[in-house]
């Protein structure tokens, strides 16, 4: 099993930025794809970004150009950079990894960005 767990969520302005960390217990190396998903009230999980073990990203549409997905290997980390944040960015942020055929999730983090 691989655990998770995120922080750096937290109360932002329109416009600010915020940077999501989601550490695992596993070597990331391991791990074929890492993400980014949001949810926010009334609506459904979505994809936000991921990265593969080989380093390879996709972003949403949405979130193109304000938002970076990036690893540290080293630290068994995640990253979601988050710039130019807007008040419909607002959701519950969850880690996500796919690891021998199996997805795990964080328990997810609060972004709020007001208006």
């Known amino acids: 099993q691989v655990q998770l767990v995120e922080s750096g969520g937290g109360l932002v302005q329109n416009g600010g930025s915020l940077r999501l960390s989601c550490a695992a217990s596993e070597s990331i190396f391991s791990i074929n794809v890492m993400g980014w998903y949001r949810q926010a009230p009334g609506k459904q999980r979505e994809l936000v970004a991921l990265i593969t073990s080989g380093g390879l990203t996709n972003h949403a549409d949405s979130v193109k150009g304000r938002f970076a997905i990036s690893r540290d290997n080293a630290r068994n980390t995640v990253y979601l950079q988050m710039n130019s944040l807007k008040p419909e960015d607002t959701a519950v942020y969850y880690c996500?990894?796919?690891?021998?055929?199996?997805?795990?999730w964080g328990q997810g983090t609060q972004v709020t960005v007001s208006s």
């Open positions: 996500n990894a796919l690891y021998r055929g199996a997805h795990y």
